[in-house]
């Protein structure tokens, strides 16, 4: 073991140079005081908001506060906001900087994040030297993701309304063409509504039969339903079958149609973002703490070797 640790314990050496310790740490503190002021140090103030993400679709199998994070930290609503609050101007990060959008990107990321709280919200907090611009910041991030959100369910809606457009023109078209075989029937054969014109031809056919009548053109209406009624027939049960798709296509359209043109938030804010009227950062206190203590730390350090050599080295 040193023989100096022998002789000499922590608190009497501490004692010993105690008005040297003293002197060391008031001009540490005094020091960390001045670089820890906002002449050196501008102060940062921070603004927070607290959201919970509703009327979300299914996107992935992530929760829905999950989904909101990834949203969130979405390059599409970092460039936005890059763009709305003119952050590499705010942010002092010149275009012709080599490591332009590294350095932006970086300032951002390191000034702005997004946390999921413990009862599945999302916690948006912005630091800034400007309270007004770290309020307004947050406030513009949740109306991004909304735009966002929004975009991405229009896209999403969008297809299934086109989908369902088509095959609405399909089927109608289907339709049209079975109807004007219907109406060829009608007007080549006289075979309209199968089941009463079957019924009425074929009563006064063999009444007249029966009367010992023999009427022509009877006959041949009763001909005609006779070949044609079962073509006839089919047709009107593929009509009937399509009108039934036909309107249940339409629905569905119409529920696209009004998903893809309302006007809904994707967020409910639970509390509200507001300028901060006392920093955030720098911490003074800890600043001057923690500088005065790690000065102690390198003093007692160099005394410590100033007084092993002492004392192997006596005069």
């Known amino acids: 073991m040193n023989p100096y640790l022998n002789n000499k314990t922590l608190?009497?050496?501490?004692?010993?140079?105690?008005?040297?310790?003293?002197?060391?740490?008031?001009?540490?503190?005094?020091?960390s005081i001045v670089l820890s002021s906002p002449l050196f140090l501008k102060p940062k103030y921070k603004s927070t908001s607290i959201?919970?993400?509703?009327?979300?679709?299914?996107?992935?199998e992530e929760s829905y506060t999950e989904q909101m994070l990834e949203i969130l930290n979405s390059g599409d609503i970092r460039d936005n906001m890059i763009t709305a609050f003119k952050l590499d101007e705010h942010y002092k990060i010149s275009p012709l900087y080599k490591y332009y959008k590294t350095a932006l990107y970086g300032k951002y990321a390191e000034e702005v994040s997004f946390r999921k709280t413990e009862n599945e919200a999302v916690r948006i907090t912005v630091l800034d030297t400007d309270?007004?611009?770290?309020?307004?910041?947050?406030?513009?991030?949740?109306?991004f993701y909304d735009k966002k959100v929004r975009l991405l369910h229009r896209t999403k809606v969008a297809e299934e309304f086109n989908i369902r457009t088509l095959e609405l023109q399909r089927l109608k078209l289907e339709m049209d063409s079975l109807s004007n075989c219907l109406g060829e029937l009608g007007q080549k054969y006289g075979v309209m509504e199968i089941t009463g014109q079957s019924e009425g031809i074929s009563a006064a056919y063999f009444q007249a039969l029966a009367n010992g009548k023999d009427n022509q053109a009877l006959k041949d209406a009763f001909n005609n339903v006779a070949s044609k009624s079962p073509?006839?027939?089919?047709?009107m049960i593929r009509v009937e079958s399509l009108a039934i798709r036909v309107g249940k296509v339409q629905e569905?359209?119409?529920?696209?149609?009004?998903e893809l043109n309302k006007e809904i938030t994707y967020s409910v804010v639970v509390t509200p973002p507001y300028p901060a009227d006392k920093k955030d950062w720098p911490k003074r206190s800890v600043i001057v703490l923690m500088s005065m203590f790690f000065t102690?730390?390198?003093?007692?350090?160099?005394?410590?070797?100033?007084?092993?050599?002492?004392?192997?080295?006596?005069?």
């Open 131 to 143: 309270p007004l611009i770290a309020c307004a910041m947050v406030d513009s991030i949740r109306k």
């Open 11 to 31: 608190l009497e050496l501490v004692l010993k140079w105690k008005y040297h310790l003293g002197v060391i740490a008031v001009i540490a503190g005094a020091i």
């Open 231 to 235: 073509e006839a027939r089919s047709l």
């Open 51 to 60: 959201v919970y993400p509703v009327n979300m679709g299914e996107y992935s």
């Open 296 to 315: 102690l730390m390198m003093a007692m350090v160099v005394i410590g070797v100033i007084e092993n050599r002492n004392n192997t080295n006596p005069v």
């Open 252 to 258: 569905l359209r119409d529920d696209a149609y009004r």
